[in-house]
């Protein structure tokens, strides 16, 4: 398929742009991360069309797809690289950055990308008029210490967005994605309460260390093991504004995940 195509099959279900922030209420947000799939270009058309049942829920929560990330330079001799206006000409307006896959967590054979780097690109995707979803997150031995080391490792990934995110006027253009490393791709899920209680502490940091119209308006979704039958339980937590799915977002699954939250 095309990359003509695929764009327009993607925002024809998916609403490439993310939608505004309605009053205090905020809309709630899931997206699929195909990270390095498919394989073969042939398999596009079935990947897509887990996506086509979204449109029945599209007035009640934002669907998107994110299946790459991108640099802070633009285009030119930056080879291995995808720039913010390629991007835009494909037909997207979303990026994904900050995955522990890129921040090192997995061992991949490339450099880790640091916080400042995050901030760097952060602020390019949305002077380029880009939205962002920014993905933080602990490994195990740091959950098993508990919920304020897990807070610090956070905000540790937040502290260098700060001045951003006090300067963004549009809150809806920056999705922060919490996904605990330990429950990524292992088919363990952090319970509702573990997920709430931390995306929580998330807001309430957000809160003093940017400003209260913020934290009430900023939408953290959950990612780590997310499934159909794991989201509407998720789902009922106040603070979990949806979802950033990896392997099920591959699935017919996906719609009942989305499916779950706007409820």
């Not at 997920?195 to 003093?208: L, M, P, S, V």
């Amino acid at each position: 398929m095309s990359a003509s195509k695929l764009s327009f099959s993607l925002s024809r279900v998916a609403s490439a742009r993310l939608g505004a922030v309605r009053g205090m209420a905020r809309k709630p947000i899931v997206g699929g991360n195909w990270k390095c799939n498919p394989a073969t270009a042939s398999s596009l058309p079935e990947l897509v069309s887990n996506f086509d049942g979204c449109a029945a829920y599209l007035d009640k929560c934002d669907v998107y797809v994110a299946p790459q990330n991108c640099n802070f330079g633009g285009c030119g001799a930056y080879t291995g690289e995808m720039a913010v206006d390629q991007v835009k000409d494909m037909g997207m307006d979303t990026v994904l950055i900050g995955h522990s896959e890129r921040r090192g967590e997995f061992g991949l054979p490339t450099p880790a990308e640091s916080n400042a780097l995050m901030a760097t690109k952060l602020a390019y995707i949305l002077e380029h008029g880009l939205s962002c979803v920014f993905c933080i997150g602990e490994p195990l031995p740091i959950r098993e210490q508990g919920i304020d080391a897990v807070l610090a490792e956070c905000v540790s990934q937040l502290e260098d967005i700060v001045p951003i995110l006090k300067s963004l006027e549009d809150k809806s253009r920056v999705v922060i994605a919490y996904e605990p490393v330990w429950a990524i791709g292992t088919g363990v899920t952090a319970s509702p309460e573990q997920a709430q209680e931390t995306h929580k502490a998330i807001r309430d940091w957000i809160a003093g260390a940017v400003d209260q119209k913020t934290a009430d308006e900023i939408r953290i979704q959950y990612g780590g093991s997310a499934n159909a039958a794991n989201a509407p339980d998720l789902s009922a937590m106040p603070d979990i504004d949806g979802f950033l799915v990896g392997g099920a977002s591959m699935k017919a699954e996906f719609v009942d995940i989305v499916a779950a939250i706007a409820k």
